[in-house]
């Protein structure tokens, strides 16, 4: 009786043992699959609106990744990543579909890459609070003259001109460092400072920041893999990002291509003033 009674608990353990396994199992699977799925729309929505308009593919899935409760620095790491994917979709979509200038596209890369690596440096070792403030100003300024410039005149004469040489390099810097140390700012600071040059269609400015993201973005992320290590990167949600952010980026540049001038300008202008004021006033605590 005492071997059967033994042999009966070690099978009954076992059993207890493998079930609970298969059950984590499907928890674990059940759990991926419902953050995946999420992640999939998060991609497609927000890089439809950055290839679509040049800007917030980082503001957009972070802000809908943080509010289902994910790490802010799980979050970047994550965001950054996908965004290298993402951003080479969106500058094939736009090639085909004749939105990019080069002679735009080209200058801001190797800036970019500069201030990419020394905000990513930054952002890694102290806090970025102080400079969002004045970010959050400027872009609301801007975003101020646009809308104010599309609304009153109907028909924007755009005249295709070379842009400062100079001028390319220091916005190259500015913004690609306060994407990486202040959590966004390559396409909100990029695509509006070139548009209120009036130089190129709205079309191609949004275009050819979105060609010279890329570069950035590779640089960025191998910064955060250096400093912050592979394990802090969640590559599930990166590729459901990815994959969402590969079916979006021809429907925004064909949506960027047909779209007329005027729309464009307008809808940036708005974003940028209701999103930059948001920010302002949580800053002063007005807004939680």
């Known amino acids: 009786m005492t071997i059967f009674s033994t042999a009966h608990f070690i099978l009954n353990s076992l059993a207890i043992h493998f079930q609970v396994s298969v059950i984590s199992f499907i928890i674990s699977t059940l759990n991926d699959y419902v953050i995946f799925v999420p992640m999939l729309l998060f991609g497609f929505l927000a890089e439809y609106i950055d290839g679509a308009l040049g800007m917030g593919f980082g503001v957009t899935s972070s ?9 802010p620095a799980i979050v970047s790491a ?9 951003t080479f979709f969106a500058s094939i979509s736009h090639w085909k579909f004749g939105n990019i200038r080069k002679d735009i596209a080209v200058p801001l890369i ?9 905000g990513a440096v930054l952002i890694s070792y102290t806090p970025s609070q102080a400079t969002k403030p004045v970010i959050a100003l400027f872009l609301f300024l801007v975003g101020f003259i646009i809308f104010l410039r599309y609304l009153v005149r109907k028909n924007v004469l755009v005249v295709e001109k070379p842009i400062s040489k100079s001028g390319l390099t220091a916005l190259g810097f500015v913004a690609a460092f306060c994407d990486a140390a202040a959590g ?8 509006p400072s070139l548009m209120m040059t009036n130089k190129s269609e709205p079309r191609k400015v949004i275009g050819s920041v979105d060609a010279s993201e890329f570069f950035i973005a590779i640089t960025q992320t191998i910064t955060f893999l250096i400093i912050l290590g592979p394990e802090t990167f969640q590559w599930s949600w990166i590729l459901a990002l990815l994959i969402g952010g590969a079916v979006a980026a021809p429907l925004a540049a064909y949506t960027c291509k047909k779209v007329p001038s ?11 003033i209701v999103s930059n004021l948001i920010t302002l006033l949580k800053i002063v605590g007005i807004v939680n």
């Open 184 to 191: 966004g700012g390559w396409g909100p600071i990029a695509t």
């Open 78 to 86: 994550s965001v950054h990543t996908a965004k290298v994917f993402t």
């Open 110 to 118: 190797t800036p970019g890459i500069i201030g990419g690596i020394i």
């Open 63 to 71: 802000s809908l990744i943080l509010a289902i409760g994910v790490a």
């Open 262 to 272: 005027r729309w464009l300008g307008l809808l940036i202008g708005v974003i940028l």
